[in-house]
């Protein structure tokens, strides 16, 4: 049975698109493919279970039915490096990632691992994503972000962490590249890696698409509330604008799909925002959503307007820097029912990905 473990230089690098997306492809070739993230950092509850987030993405839409305990066996929950650290037990969780392992890898033909973080993340309870793939006897594919200098350093970084495990790195595939310095960046590091004795497996352009938000996901990591336009908080964030200059400013700064922060009872930029279209038939606003500060709920008649505009608009009780703050700071996260994302996902990785060099690797 071949194996596969998708490691990362850190966190959000792109581990999820890259698994999903190798996944769909070589269950064309393979049909029997099985997943599993032996080791998860954000976790949902799932009939009284937690479990974490990728591996029921995966499951939803892969169609890989082995169990979502096997696929998520250790949820590092609040307080377990804590717990581990006063009554250390290496044996106990090396157990249960191998027996949801054997279960998730009954019959299948090809089982792709996902990591968590860097090689290192994990050793602080005996279980970093190398000793796991260790473990598991997997070869590791290295996903990293865009650039030249620094994805190299890191990848020789974790690189060597995994061969001090004796865990063989098959190849690296750089995420994230800007399409402008697409050519330079895929030239100049597979060269650079070449040097190192590392293959570069796959290079995929950045794909704004799939780093949108929606207000949906928003509303999932904070505390915000929904003042109107409920059935519109699935539509994507493309730009956010901090309005806080004075409305005849804001023109050249709203652009399609544009989420507007501003306090509450900046009325004269609520009204501002509402009359900013994005074509000459004035059906759809630049404007895709409102997150409105402070607390403050407009007066009725502007309420009344929000309430017409066909676009969410949440209500957050922090200022205006605190929540553009927690926006910028939003990991964004392929969901089930993203299907223009998943769809991307896998097209991008189809397109840019070397499927030859990693079956004969493995």
Do not use: W
């Not at 969780?93 to 968590?116: A, H, P, Y």
């Not at 796959?202 to 003042?227: S, Y």
């Not at 896998?346 to 690797?361: A, H, P, S």
């Amino acid at each position: 049975m071949r194996k596969i473990f998708i490691a990362a230089t850190k966190q959000n690098d792109g581990k999820t698109t890259v698994s999903l997306g190798i996944i769909k492809n070589l269950q064309e070739k393979f049909g029997k493919v099985g997943f599993i993230k032996p080791i998860g950092q954000r976790y949902l509850e799932e009939e009284g279970l937690k479990i974490d987030e990728d591996s029921i993405l995966i499951e939803e839409v892969c169609g890989i039915k082995s169990g979502l305990k096997d696929m998520s066996p250790i949820a590092v929950e609040k307080g377990f490096t804590e717990k581990y650290i006063a009554k250390p037990d290496k044996r106990s969780i090396s157990g249960r990632i191998k027996d949801s392992f054997r279960r998730v890898s009954k019959n299948q033909e090809l089982v792709v691992i996902e990591g968590t973080g860097h090689a290192g993340v994990g050793s602080v309870f005996d279980h970093s994503n190398a000793s796991v793939a260790r473990l598991l006897g997997s070869k590791v594919i290295i996903i990293s972000s865009g650039g030249i200098g620094r994805p190299i350093d890191e990848i020789i970084l974790n690189k060597s962490l995994f061969e001090k495990e004796g865990v063989k790195v098959l190849g690296v595939i750089v995420n994230k590249v800007l399409p402008d310095k697409f050519e330079k960046i895929s030239r100049l590091v597979r060269k650079g890696l070449e040097r190192k004795g590392v293959d570069v497996l796959g290079v995929l352009p950045f794909n704004p698409m799939l780093a949108r938000p929606t207000f949906e996901q928003i509303l999932e990591e904070t505390d915000f509330q929904v003042l109107c336009g409920k059935e519109y908080l699935e539509n994507t964030i493309a730009k956010v604008i901090v309005a806080a200059m004075e409305a005849r400013d804001a023109a050249r700064y709203i652009g399609e799909d544009s989420l507007m922060i501003t306090p509450g009872d900046r009325e004269d930029m609520i009204i501002f925002g509402l009359s900013c279209f994005s074509g000459p038939e004035k059906n759809k606003l630049k404007v895709c959503g409102m997150i409105l500060t402070g607390g403050i709920i407009p007066e009725p008649p502007v309420m009344g307007l929000l309430q017409k505009a066909r676009i969410p608009v949440l209500l957050a009780q922090s200022d205006t820097y605190d929540v553009a703050t927690c926006v910028h700071d939003l990991t964004v996260k392929i969901r089930p029912c993203d299907r223009d994302k998943v769809d991307t996902a896998v097209r991008l990785i189809k397109e840019n990905v070397d499927f030859k060099k990693i079956l004969k690797g493995i």
